[in-house]
């Protein structure tokens, strides 16, 4: 079993809905969070980060974490074609020694106009 | 820019040749990771310098792999021995350690082994 599962979709919504991405995770020293989006042939750019539980707004993004259940969420909001791309998320534990992080599989997200 | 970035962008080579890839840093980020990742699947973790030393290494880097980062800046990695197994994206993050520490992708190399 993985230590970070996520769905790879693909997902197809329409311009204008919102979205909602999900991972679970098994390993509970997790208290670092992140979502990424990676268009293709790209590296990975940072969206949001979130320490352990609770929600973050920025813009018409949502990131919310919930480590009693070992879930996190990425919600968009107002979906536009500019945000079709791979959502990886991510995650790490202890910050005082290396940070490596732990990945997704990613979710391939498709707006359509 | 002063963004990561990484060179070359691409790479195609034989099986049994050596490659080696460069990553620059966002300069004042004492903190810089490498990820290996395959089409289909996330970033997967291969080794982490903290300026100059070499901090951990994944079971994933075999003895053919071997990075550097000589006086802190940039880094190398090397393949020695290619094998097609090793065709995937390369890619290296920087960091500044400390509170609110978040990882900062430079755009990969992507390595064909014919």
């Known amino acids: 079993q993985k230590e970070v599962e996520q769905d790879p979709g693909p997902l197809s919504v329409p311009e204008g809905a919102i979205v909602s991405l999900n991972c679970t995770y098994s390993?509970?020293?997790?208290?670092?969070f992140m979502w990424y989006r990676q268009y293709s042939r790209k590296g990975p750019e940072l969206l949001m980060y979130t320490y352990s539980s609770g929600n973050k707004e920025d813009g018409r993004f949502t990131a919310q974490v919930d480590k009693s259940s070992k879930y996190i969420s990425l919600f968009i909001r107002d979906s536009q074609p500019s945000d079709s791309a791979t959502y990886l998320c991510a995650m790490s534990a202890d910050r005082g020694a290396t940070n490596k992080l732990i990945f997704g599989t990613g979710t391939l997200l498709a707006v359509q106009p | 820019d002063t963004g990561v970035s990484q060179n070359p962008r691409h790479k195609i080579t034989k099986r049994g040749q050596n490659v080696t890839f460069r990553c620059d840093p966002i300069s004042e980020h004492n903190r810089l990771y490498w990820y290996r990742q395959t089409l289909g699947q996330g970033p997967e973790f291969l080794t982490y310098?903290?300026?100059?030393?070499?901090?951990?290494k994944s079971r994933l880097l075999s003895d053919r792999f071997s990075a550097e980062r000589p006086k802190g800046s940039f880094s190398t990695l090397e393949i020695q021995r290619t094998e097609q197994g090793d065709s995937a994206m390369y890619l290296c993050?920087?960091?500044?350690?400390?509170?609110?520490?978040?990882?900062?992708f430079g755009p990969g190399t992507r390595l064909l082994v014919l």
């Open positions: 310098f903290q300026n100059e030393a070499q901090l951990e």
């Open positions: 390993n509970s020293a997790f208290q670092y």
């Open positions: 993050a920087s960091s500044l350690s400390g509170l609110g520490e978040t990882q900062y």
